[in-house]
């Protein structure tokens, strides 16, 4: 059974810093995409960022130069790491992982929240 757990959400401050962590297990998520996604208290769920097997990345446009998604195949863990946070940075983030296709497996996220 796929598993995926987040951690490394936390409360900090405008300008401030974190770095979520997704560890897989159950699967290698070598050759997988794996994507970040964050949903704010009455808002849908968007997407923040994508990794592909090949370690191809992407990026929706607001998080552009402040955050950067990697992966370390051999902890079988993915990474967001987020600099210049800003209030509206405030949601729950959860990583996914899956194909060009659909993301097929999700992670239960973890809270980050940026207080002004």
């Known amino acids: 059974q796929v598993q995926l757990v987040e951690s490394g959400g936390g409360l900090v401050q405008t300008g401030g810093s974190l770095r979520l962590s997704c560890a897989a297990s159950?699967?290698?998520?070598?050759?997988?995409?794996m994507g970040w996604f964050r949903q704010a208290p009455g808002r849908e769920r968007e997407f923040v960022a994508v990794?592909?097997?090949?370690?191809?990345?992407s990026y929706r446009e607001s998080v552009k130069g402040r955050f950067t998604i990697s992966r370390d195949n051999s902890k079988n863990t993915v990474y967001l790491q987020m600099n210049s946070l800003k209030p509206e940075d405030t949601a729950v983030y959860y990583c996914?992982?899956?194909?060009?296709?659909?993301?097929?497996?999700w992670g239960q996220g973890t809270q980050v929240t940026v207080s002004s």
């Open positions: 990794i592909s097997s090949g370690g191809s990345t």
């Open positions: 159950g699967q290698t998520l070598d050759m997988y995409l």
């Open positions: 996914a992982m899956g194909t060009s296709i659909s993301y097929d497996y």
